[in-house]
Nanobody, 118 residues
Framework: QVQLVESGGALVQPGGSLRLSCVAS????????IKWYRQGPGKEREWVAR????????DYAESVKGRFSNSRDNDKNTVYLQMNSLKPEDTAVYYC???????????WGQGTQVTVSS
């Protein structure tokens, strides 16, 4: 069974940090680039970050550049999103997406809630 499971979301104060995890199972994880998206209340889903299948290249939306950091451990089938200096506008449900460029196959997780509030 194919699964992407996000965790690590929580309520945090502005300026705080969180680390989200995305654990994959049921498919060949090392074939897939992993992207993070988020959807804030009343907003469209937006792309946040991505990391290549090997972890050798990462890219970030301008709104999170310098604050968020993506990494992956292919031995654990896990991608991490380290989020620092969190702002209220980072409040959203965060989703991870696995994408295999060769076939166009996409998998999605169920999301994890991040709330930044004092």
């Amino acid at each position: 069974q194919v699964q992407l499971v996000e965790s690590g979301g929580a309520l945090v104060q502005p300026g705080g940090s969180l680390r989200l995890s995305c654990v994959a199972s049921g498919f060949t994880f090392t074939n897939y680039a992993i992207k993070w998206y988020r959807q804030g209340p009343g907003k469209e889903r937006e792309w946040v970050a991505r990391i290549t299948d090997t972890g050798g290249w990462t890219d970030y939306a301008e709104s999170v550049k310098g604050r968020f950091s993506n990494s992956r451990d292919n031995d654990k089938n896990t991608v991490y999103l380290q989020m620092n200096s969190l702002k209220p506008e980072d409040t959203a449900v965060y989703y991870c997406n696995g994408h295999w460029a060769v076939t166009g196959q996409d998998y999605w997780g169920q999301g994890t809630q991040v709330t930044v509030s004092s």
